[in-house]
């Protein structure tokens, strides 16, 4: 990757993303089912296998090759005896941010207290994730084909590149985790205020070959607030939807009732595929989300 | 114009306008106020919610109303509506202006100058050509008709006289010829020279008159009545008001100002008096009365000598023998003087103590005060002495207290003894105080007292008998005088106490006060320079070498060109002519029937359309903020803005009169410099930063560690509480008010300091050459400032702390302080004089010092200073001149008594 250069904006956002993840620890994410997965990473799983850190000398018995015989060791003593190494593995993580329309909403564009809009904060998020995975040795990709969990730094501006270019003219959009490989860790960041069942569909099917992963709503405050009044015509970011209001303001209450549904559904559906789930808007910094994300991907099950 | 009631319309078709507003309801109504159109994610959330209120779905009535009012007041404003118009005739033909200009006219100058121009514009877009006549300024020929726009230049010249016009007005040679329509701005009062120039112009065209409808109002003579002042009060028309007479006259400290005040209430009447019932001290510094509020000629009524009552002591060697009153010495002068002067009849030693005006000795032969007598004499007092025989008996050649050198013994003339008749006077010289009065035959001198020839003697006579032997010699003394009579104060020695003369006489040197109206006998033979002159308005203006006037004019003529009221004054008197004459009655200004009168009482026309427009914009601007309201957009930021600008228009109370209390004690806790606002903000930055540079400079080189420095509230802060005051000064600079100046003078004398800076490198030479100078001249003037000087090489600010030569600050001139005593002599062995007395109140300098003090917030220069490494040395310069200005204020002369160093140190060591 480093002969090409990469574009300007996936530098910026690299750039973004390595200043934010330098404040975390290097993430190393728990991986749960370690003897199913045949990628060497930096998890060690307490039990001999393949795998560089050294682990236990045993006497060799039948069917072991000659070379595998500490010899070193074996001289002390009368039998023979093999050197065994601790198995290790490498976690994959994919990402995934919402390319749709309605993620290039930011409630506040300039002024004093401008927000960024919400594509850019869960990219920011998503390569902030990948980089401390990355760093901690394990293998980071999307959930799309175009770009495989590798590991490595060079995987960075594939990520970012790929981050970048992926946007979509729809004005929402729900997750496709067909491609994600078993037992890989899933972050969707997403608004999620596509229809639900999609969301449902892609996550029951993961987890259904053991898939897990976090559930990441960012929103704008100006999305939590509602923050309107008089007669206003709300049009969808890609202009598909239309709505007419006579007094914004009185429908406050229910829009917020309606959003909070919404979150509840989503956490509901989480909840049954061993997802965790929770919302970040904009108006905070990203380091809060950042924290959560770690702790959610390195704690397990939240 | 149409006419609706008192409301008149320019251009009333417009007004169909308004037909037009019940349509634009309808329309108003069908329209609901556009939406906002929104991009908004959370929209498929909101799919399928149906709104609850349907309020905004139609214009509210109110807004629709407040629409409606924006619409008809711009209607009504472009139709140009005018309150009670002045039916406009346009006239043809030449237009004559006559102004009567006198001083009845000053009071409502403004009104009649702004009544004259609009006369002036009109015959301008007319077309006509106009003449222009003052009356109380005749031309001395009938004026041409000329160009009204050139007279309209011309009116700022036109003044009100502070006279009437002249009764014998020849209308024949002040009227132009031909027809022409003539426009009166009449002062509203009568006079016989009217009624012929009304005819005279009615006879050339139609008569217009402009008058006032309030009576004019005018102040006579004030006379005395005992120890009661009474002022006449005259209108023109019975009134009924309560008019305020204030007395104006120096105080002690010299200046002008209101010594008393009387209402004097007019009931239906035309006359009042106004009576001023003075202790003496303050009824003689009055100088004159007016009606407080009114300005005009006038109302102005000047006093003179003969509103003073004099204190007079009367001494004499010998109390009279019992039962022999005629005989005593005092006798007549006493009958002469008591009606019209305080008497002190006590010894010398008593009299001179209560300060009298005149000390008469009548017989005195020894004086034994005499160095007292000769001081109060020379600082302006008048002694007058009788002869007699005691004065007769002693050697007087020594006494200083005497106008000539007396031949001891006198001289009897008429006695049974002698061989010649008792000698009459001589007719009064031109140049003697007494010219003018005549010399009854029947006053024969018997015995008098002869004066020793003298080169001086002629020129010191200011009577003298038939003979030519002198009979009243004076001599001035410093500001006084000494006048002998050289007969005696009663009859013992000559008739002359008897005549009539006797009184005369007196009152001439001042000694009796003159009766209040005087006659053409009085003044007569003397000539009096006009001291002071009123304007129209009742102002006194000074007069430059004018020509003298007769008395016999003065006392007769009404005042006109040639004898402006005013003061007027001899070497010994002063006579004050008032404008108005005595015996004038106040009536007001009848006019012929079918004269148009255009008066005052009309009410003013007032055009509207100015209110209407207002009105609109106003409306328009409510009509916004509403519609932004009703449709949502009023929030947050614009919400704030709005309420913002609301209590910024809001009228803000009356601020605190005193300075508050924590501010007093932050004050008085430490050493606290301040400066002056100047009103521009940057350079009051500035001064603050410069100050504070300055504090942190003391804290850091010397024991003075000053708190942050304050910017000075004039009205406000009390100034004793501030050590320093620096007072830049621009062109702009506020004046202080005049409660402002007593506490800077009361701080100036207290041992404050104010630093002035002109920041203007002095470029003036303090001199008015610079906006600036001038400013700060102006800004001084009323400030206790001593006299001034450069600053001396040896001055104590030279080496307060550091040893300076220079005084800089971002530039090096000179600066001011004030100036060292004239007998300031160098201290013995010292390189510098012994000036012990006196912090400098005041430093005037033009270095901009505040910027080169000048610190930002890290503490680092604000501003550059001269170039490089020198310019560095000019700030390190300039900041130690500010640490010996500081130390100088504190300190007081402290290093200059260091002078006494080696003279002390000698002490020490014996």
Known sequence: MSEALPDEAARDLRRAAEAEAAALPALLIAAEHLANTVQMGGHGRRRAGAGEEFWQYRPAHSGDAARFVDWRRSARSDSQFVRDREAQLAQSLCLWVDPAASMRFSGAETGRKARPEKLARARLLALALAISALRAGERVGLTSPLAPPRPGKAQLLTLAQALMAETSGLDYAAPDLTAVAPQARVVVLSDFFADPAGLEAALLGAAERGVSGVLLQVLDPAEEDFPYDGRTVFTSMAGGLRFETREAGDLRARYRARLAERRDRIARIADRAGFAFSSHHTGAPAQTALLWLHGALAGGWR | ?910
Do not use: C
Not at chain 2, 153 to 170: A, C, F, H, M, Y
Not at chain 2, 180 to 190: C, E, K, M, R, V
């Open chain 2, 1 to 910: 114009m149409t006419m609706l009631g008192p409301l008149g319309f320019t251009a009333p078709w417009l007004l169909l306008g308004l037909v037009a507003l019940p349509l634009l309801w309808w329309l108003l109504r069908a329209t609901p106020p556009a939406p906002i159109r929104r991009r908004f994610p959370g929209v498929a959330l909101l799919l399928g919610l149906a709104d609850e209120m349907v309020q905004a779905e139609r214009t509210p009535w109110w807004l629709l109303a407040l629409r409606m009012l924006v619409l008809a007041a711009a209607i009504l404003g472009f139709a140009g509506p005018i309150l009670h118009p002045e039916p406009v005739v346009p006239g043809r033909g030449p237009l004559l202006i006559v102004e009567d200009g006198s001083w009845a006219s000053a009071a409502d100058w403004p009104r009649r100058i702004e009544r004259l121009t609009r006369a002036l514009t009109e015959a301008s877009a007319a077309g006509r050509p106009v003449a222009l006549i003052s009356l109380a300024d005749p031309p001395p020929a009938a004026p041409p008709f000329t160009e009204a726009a050139d007279l309209i230049d011309t009116l700022p010249g036109v003044q009100p006289k502070p006279w009437e016009p002249s009764i014998d007005l020849d209308p024949a040679k002040l009227l132009p010829a031909g027809r022409y329509d003539t426009l009166w701005l009449s002062d509203g009062l009568d006079r016989a020279s009217r009624a012929p120039l009304v005819k005279a112009v009615q006879a050339h065209g139609t008569l217009k008159v402009w008058q006032p409808a309030v009576p004019v109002l005018a102040l006579g003579s004030a006379s005395v009545d005992g120890t009661k002042l009474k002022l006449p009060l005259s209108a023109s028309a019975p009134v009924s008001r309560t008019f305020e007479i204030a007395a104006l006259g120096a105080d002690p400290s010299g200046l002008e100002r209101e010594l008393a005040r009387q209402p004097v209430t007019l009931k239906d009447a035309a006359q009042a008096e106004a009576i001023f019932d003075l202790p003496p001290e303050l009824r003689n510094r009055i100088t004159r009365f007016e009606i407080a509020g009114l300005r005009s000629a006038g109302a102005v009524s000047l006093t003179d000598d003969a509103q003073k009552r004099r204190k007079v002591a009367l001494i004499s060697a010998s109390s009279a023998r019992e039962g022999l009153e005629l005989l005593a010495p005092t006798h007549y002068l006493h009958q002469a003087l008591a009606p019209s002067a305080d008497l002190v009849e006590a010894t010398l030693a008593d009299a001179l103590p209560v300060k009298p005006d005149v000390i008469i000795l009548a017989d005195v032969g020894e004086v034994a005060e005499r160095t007292e007598l000769q001081d109060w004499v020379e600082k302006g007092g008048m002694l007058i002495r009788f002869a007699g025989p005691r004065l007769a008996a002693v050697d007087t050649s020594a006494d200083p207290l005497l106008p000539v050198r007396l031949r001891q013994g006198g001289r009897s003339i008429g006695g049974t003894m002698s061989w010649g008749e008792p000698r009459k006077l001589a007719p009064f010289a031109e140049t003697s105080p007494f010219a003018g009065l005549t010399v009854p035959d029947e006053v024969t001198v018997r015995e008098q007292v002869l004066a020793e020839p003298d080169p001086d003697l002629g020129a010191r006579t200011i009577a003298a008998l038939a003979d030519g032997t002198p009979l009243v010699t004076r001599k001035t003394m410093g500001q006084g005088a000494v006048v002998l009579f050289h007969v005696t104060a009663n009859a013992e020695w000559s008739n002359l106490p008897l005549s009539g003369l006797f009184p005369q006489m007196l009152e001439r040197l001042s000694v009796s006060a003159r009766p209040a109206a005087p006659t053409a006998e009085d003044l007569a033979g003397q000539t009096f320079t006009p001291l002071k002159r009123l304007d129209g308005f009742g102002l006194l203006i000074a007069t430059e070498a004018e020509a003298g006037v007769k008395g016999e004019d003065l006392a007769e003529g009404p005042p006109g060109p040639d004898l402006p009221p005013g003061l007027y004054g001899t070497e010994d008197q002063v006579l004050a002519l008032n404008t108005l004459p005595r015996g004038r009655q106040l009536a007001p200004a009848l006019w012929p029937a079918g004269v148009a009168i255009e008066g005052e009482a009309a009410p003013k026309q007032m055009p509207l359309a100015g209110f209407a427009l207002a009105a609109a914009l106003v409306a328009l601007l409510l009509d916004i903020l509403a519609t932004l309201a009703l449709s949502g957009r009023l929030r947050g930021p614009r919400a704030a803005a709005v309420i913002a600008l609301a209590v910024a228009l809001m009228p803000s109370p009356p601020q605190a009169e005193t300075m508050s209390e924590a501010r007093a004690i932050e004050a008085a806790s430490n050493v606290v410099f301040a400066y002056v606002p100047t009103g521009d903000g940057a350079i009051d930055q500035v001064s603050m930063a410069g100050l504070r540079g300055l504090s942190q400079t003391l804290t850091r080189r010397t024991t003075v560690e000053p708190s942050e420095p304050m910017q000075l509230d004039l009205e406000t802060d009390d100034l004793a509480l501030f050590t320093l005051i620096y007072w830049p000064v621009t062109e702009t600079s506020p004046t202080p008010s005049p409660a402002a100046y007593v506490k800077l003078n009361r701080y100036l004398r207290g041992g404050g300091m104010i630093l002035f800076d002109t920041r203007d490198a002095d470029l003036a030479g303090m001199g008015a050459a610079t906006e600036t100078g001038r400013r700060l001249q102006a800004l001084a003037a009323p400030l206790d400032i001593p006299p001034l000087e450069p600053l001396p090489r040896d001055h104590v600010l030279t080496r307060s702390f550091y040893l300076l030569q220079t005084m800089p600050g971002r530039y090096d001139g000179p600066i001011w302080v004030e100036a060292a005593p004239a007998d300031a002599e160098q201290a013995e062995g010292m390189p510098f004089r012994n000036l012990n007395d006196g912090v400098t109140p005041v430093v005037i300098g033009g270095n901009d010092w505040a910027s080169a003090w000048a610190v930002d917030d890290v503490g680092q220069p604000m501003f550059p200073i001269g170039r490089g490494q020198a310019g560095e040395r000019q700030r390190e310069i300039a900041d130690r001149f500010g640490v010996n200005l500081v130390m100088h204020v504190l300190t007081g002369n402290y290093k200059s008594d260091q002078v006494h160093v080696p003279a002390l140190l000698e002490r020490l060591g014996q």
